[in-house]
C-alpha cells in the first residue's frame, strides 16, 4: 500500500517537487564540523598517545574531554595551532597534519562525534542531524541539494583562503546540478565566514548563484566569550572540564579574534571586562592583552579582516535570524586572581551564549538606504537557545518560508 502510494507520487509529482526546493548549503559554527589528524614521525608527544600513522578523529572525541584523562593532554596536542609571525597565518605544529572530512556532505556536520559515548554521555556529539533531519522529511536529498561546507573553525578566514576557493565551486556545482540558485544557511560563526564570502566575490557571479544568505544566530557584534577564552579558558558551560587547562588550547585559536567585541553592538566606552584595578573598554583592549600576557592577541586582532568588522553588505538577499529571551555573557568581572581565576558573567538578553545586540546587527542591512536592490528580514524567534533554535519549530516554519 505504501510502496504503491509512492510510486504514484512520484510518478505524479517528480518535476514540480523538485523545482519548488532551493538547494541549501550549511556553514557549521565554531566546533560544529569533524576534524581529523594524522601523526608523523616528527611528532614529539607522550608515549600515551597515539601511535598509529594513520588518520583519526580528534574532534569531537568526547571521551577524551574530560581533563582527568591522559588523553585529553594528547588531545590538546593535536589540537593545538602555532603561529607563523612571517605568514601571519596559523597551522598546525610540526608532527601533526590535519584536514577537515566529508567536504560538500553534510554527515560530518549532523555528527562531530558519531561514537556511542557521546550519545550516552547525553548526545553531546550531535550537531546538524536534527535540522538535517527536518530538511530530509521535506524531501531534501543529501549531496544533492543539501550540502555541507565545513571549514577549520580554529583559523580565521585569512588562514584558509582555500575553504573559499572551494566553497565557489561547490556552489557553482550544487546550482549547475540543481538548476536553482542556492541558499547559504550559516550558524554562529559559519556566518561570519560566509558574511565574508560574499564580500569578496564579484556581485555578477552573486546575482547568478545565490538565492538568500540565512544567517542563524551569528556574532556580528562580536561575544565576550572570545576574551574569556584568551584570558581564563572557557569550557563551554561543561562541568567536567577545567577551563583554565584549555587556555593553551584556545590562545593557539586565532577564530576568536573575529568575534571580539566590537562596534557593531558594544559602545568604545562601554566596559567589557572588570576587574578590581582596571575596566577594560574597546579602547583600551590593548592593555587587556598586555595584563594577561598574551600580546599575540593584539597581533589576531590586527590580521582581522577590515570587511569583517565593518560589516559591509553582502549584495544578496539576507534573512537574519536570531532568537532570545535567555540570560546570557554581556561582560566579565573579577573579584581577585585576574585573570587565571575564573571571571563573574554579567548578562543580559540573548540565546544563552550570545547577547542579543550582537545577533541584531545586521539590522545595519536593513532599508534602501543600505542597498537598494536586496531585499534584508530580520526573524525572531523567542525563547530557545543558540543550539535549540537549529530544531525549533518555530524556527523550522521561518526556513521552511525563506527556501521556497
Ligand atoms: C613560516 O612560514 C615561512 C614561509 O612559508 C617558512 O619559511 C617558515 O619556516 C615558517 N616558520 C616557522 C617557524 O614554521
Ligand atoms: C561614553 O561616551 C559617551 C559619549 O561619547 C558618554 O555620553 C558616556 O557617558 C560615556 N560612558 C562612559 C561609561 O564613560
Redesign the pocket.
Known amino acids: 500500500m505504501i510502496m504503491l502510494f509512492m510510486l504514484f507520487h512520484f510518478v505524479t509529482f517528480p518535476i514540480s517537487e523538485e523545482s519548488s526546493r532551493k538547494p541549501i548549503i550549511l556553514v557549521p559554527g565554531i566546533g560544529g564540523c569533524q576534524l581529523e589528524a594524522k601523526l608523523t614521525d616528527d611528532f614529539e608527544g607522550d608515549k600515551d598517545c597515539h601511535h598509529e600513522r594513520e588518520w583519526f578523529r580528534v574532534w569531537a572525541d568526547v571521551a577524551q574531554f574530560s581533563s582527568m584523562s591522559k588523553e585529553s593532554i594528547c588531545l590538546q596536542k593535536y589540537l593545538k595551532l ?1 603561529y ?4 601571519k ?1 596559523s ?1 598546525s605544529p ?1 608532527g601533526i597534519k590535519t584536514r577537515i572530512p566529508g567536504w560538500g556532505e553534510t554527515t560530518t556536520l549532523e555528527y562531530v562525534d558519531p561514537s556511542w559515548t557521546a550519545w550516552i554521555w547525553g548526545n553531546l556529539g550531535t550537531y546538524l542531524s536534527p535540522l538535517v533531519s527536518s530538511l530530509l522529511a521535506l524531501g531534501y536529498k543529501r549531496g544533492r541539494d543539501l550540502r555541507g561546507a565545513p571549514y577549520d573553525w580554529r583559523k580565521g578566514p585569512h588562514s584558509q583562503i582555500d575553504f573559499f576557493i572551494k566553497l565557489k565551486i561547490l556552489i557553482e556545482e550544487t546550482t549547475n546540478l540543481n538548476k536553482q540558485k542556492v541558499v547559504l544557511f550559516s550558524h554562529s560563526l559559519g556566518g561570519i565566514f560566509t558574511l565574508y564570502f560574499l564580500q569578496i566575490m564579484p556581485r555578477v557571479w552573486k546575482d547568478k548563484h545565490i538565492d538568500n544568505f540565512v544567517a542563524v544566530n551569528s556574532p556580528w557584534g562580536g561575544t565576550i566569550l572570545s576574551l574569556l577564552c584568551y584570558a581564563s579558558g572557557y569550557n563551554w558551560g561543561i562541568p567536567y572540564v577545567d577551563p583554565l587547562s584549555l587556555r593553551v588550547l584556545q590562545r593557539s585559536y586565532e577564530s576568536s579574534s573575529y568575534v571580539f567585541p566590537n562596534m557593531n553592538s558594544y559602545s568604545k566606552n562601554e566596559s567589557l571586562v572588570l576587574t578590581p584595578s582596571k575596566i577594560y573598554t574597546i579602547e583600551n583592549i590593548e592593555e587587556f592583552f598586555d595584563d594577561i600576557e598574551f600580546n599575540r592577541g593584539n597581533e589576531f586582532s590586527y590580521n582581522v579582516m577590515p570587511i569583517i568588522k565593518m560589516l559591509m553588505h553582502p549584495e544578496v538577499t539576507v534573512n537574519c535570524i536570531y532568537s532570545s529571551g535567555i540570560k546570557s555573557p554581556a561582560k566579565l568581572s573579577y573579584e581577585q586572581g585576574f585573570p587565571d581565576e575564573q571571571p563573574k558573567f554579567i548578562y543580559e538578553d540573548g540565546d544563552g551564549t550570545l547577547i542579543t545586540r550582537s545577533m541584531k546587527a545586521c539590522e545595519i542591512w536593513n532599508g534602501e538606504k543600505s542597498h537598494p536592490d536586496y531585499n534584508f528580514y530580520l526573524h525572531h524567534v523567542p525563547g530557545v537557545n543558540h543550539h535549540d533554535i537549529l530544531s525549533n519549530k518555530n524556527f523550522l516554519k521561518i526556513l521552511n518560508i525563506v527556501i521556497e
Open positions: 602555532i607563523n609571525e612571517t605568514t597565518i597551522e610540526k
